[in-house]
């Protein structure tokens, strides 16, 4: 439900953490088909989480997510992808590729 004001749920979530050669990186996954939307925010509880290199791990976690408001919503639907373009190099030149 989309509303006005913000507001707070709580759900377990699975945290899959690779660090190996070929992925490196961290992911949340909620049961229950939660979905997350643009400017909604995700605050995982419990203890930090270090894993060796070469290793992939998941851990069952609590989660809450704090709802964006409409407002919020909209502003980083709009801002979205003005940041990901940040994110991008581009270079231009005045002479053209052969």
């Known amino acids: 439900m989309i509303g006005l ?5 709580t759900h377990e979530c699975t945290v899959e953490i690779n660090n190996t050669f070929d992925a ?17 925010e995700v605050l995982v509880h419990g203890a930090p989480i270090s894993i060796p290199y070469g290793e992939s ?3 069952q976690r609590r989660a809450t ?3 964006a408001g409409l407002l919020e919503r ?12 940040e994110l991008c190099e581009f270079s231009f030149t005045e002479r053209t590729l052969s």
């Open 5 to 9: 004001i913000r507001y707070t749920e």
């Open 74 to 85: 909209t502003w980083a639907r709009l801002t979205g992808d003005l940041e990901m373009l």
């Open 57 to 59: 791990r998941s851990f």
């Open 65 to 67: 997510i704090t709802r």
């Open 24 to 40: 490196f990186g961290a992911h949340v996954r909620f049961q229950a088909g939660t979905v997350i939307h643009p400017g909604d």
